[in-house]
């Protein structure tokens, strides 16, 4: 996979110059397949994937989120501390690259989103879609989470009380503001603690910021905490079974 500093402009930029050069060859090229063929290149399964990554990226102050919340992804009260956390200067260097399981977890929410017309992929979306994926399992597994159930509960939620996302428009569906945050926390952590790779795990992680959301809610069902993810991620340890927090 290649690995470059770029925004969502810069890639759609990017794809329209892919178009103009085979264009001069007399190459014909829809927008949508110059999309898709930037995204192979770059080492992407497909386009989705790509932009999913680059709406997570930091954005400048002229660049702002194209995405609006939902009732089910409002905006967390953040503590003093974590909004000192997420204005502290990014170490400049490379964006660390995305585990092949957490790109697909992405591409799956956005299809789990896509299956049922909605507009917007939320965060109960890319839950879903991680209670699929091998690294983020792990996770749950050590913080004695029942997946199945945690399975259930979501696709009935997503099912029954996101009907309001339901459009006719044409188009991929579109990551929240939430959603975005969540990826974005993840891949900053990791740059900034001088990983090269954010996995699944890492956003699970990540998710527990946005407090408000159901999907979090649906984690501290099971007593679930931050806490709990953490200490299996960094220290290796599981919770103990019958409650209580690890370590």
């Not at 110059?34 to 790509?50: F, I, K, V």
């Not at 905006?75 to 200067?89: G, S």
């Not at 979501?154 to 579109?174: F, M």
Request: hydrophobic fraction near 40%; charge should be negative; proline fraction near 4%.
């Amino acid at each position: 996979m290649v690995t470059i500093n770029l925004s969502a402009t810069g890639a759609k930029e990017a794809a329209a110059r892919l178009r103009e050069f085979l264009a001069a060859d007399g190459v014909g090229l829809k927008q949508t397949h110059a999309y898709e063929a930037l995204a192979r290149t770059l080492g992407y399964a497909n386009w989705n994937t790509l932009q999913a990554l680059l709406n997570a990226a930091p954005l400048s102050e002229s660049e702002p989120s194209p995405a609006a919340a939902t009732p089910a992804d409002t905006q967390a009260e953040r503590t003093d501390e974590e909004l000192a956390a997420e204005q502290r200067p990014v170490e400049k260097g490379r964006i660390p690259i995305l585990s092949r399981n957490l790109e697909q977890s992405l591409h799956r929410a956005i299809s789990l989103a896509s299956e049922r017309h909605h507009e917007y992929a939320t965060l109960e979306h890319l839950l879903l879609s991680l209670t699929e994926d091998q690294d983020a399992a792990s996770v749950f597994l050590a913080c004695n989470m029942d997946i199945e159930q945690l399975r259930k509960e979501l696709t009935e939620y997503i099912n029954s009380k996101l009907d309001q996302l339901v459009t006719t428009a044409p188009g991929a569906p579109k990551p929240t503001t939430g959603f975005q945050r969540a990826v974005q926390r993840a891949v900053l952590h990791i740059q900034n603690s001088g990983r090269d790779e954010t996995n699944s795990g890492d956003v699970v992680v990540s998710l527990f910021t946005e407090r408000e959301s159901s999907a979090v809610d649906f984690l501290q069902r099971q007593g679930m905490t931050r806490l709990d993810a953490v200490n299996y991620i960094v220290h290796g340890l599981a919770k103990p079974l019958g409650g209580g927090q690890s370590g």
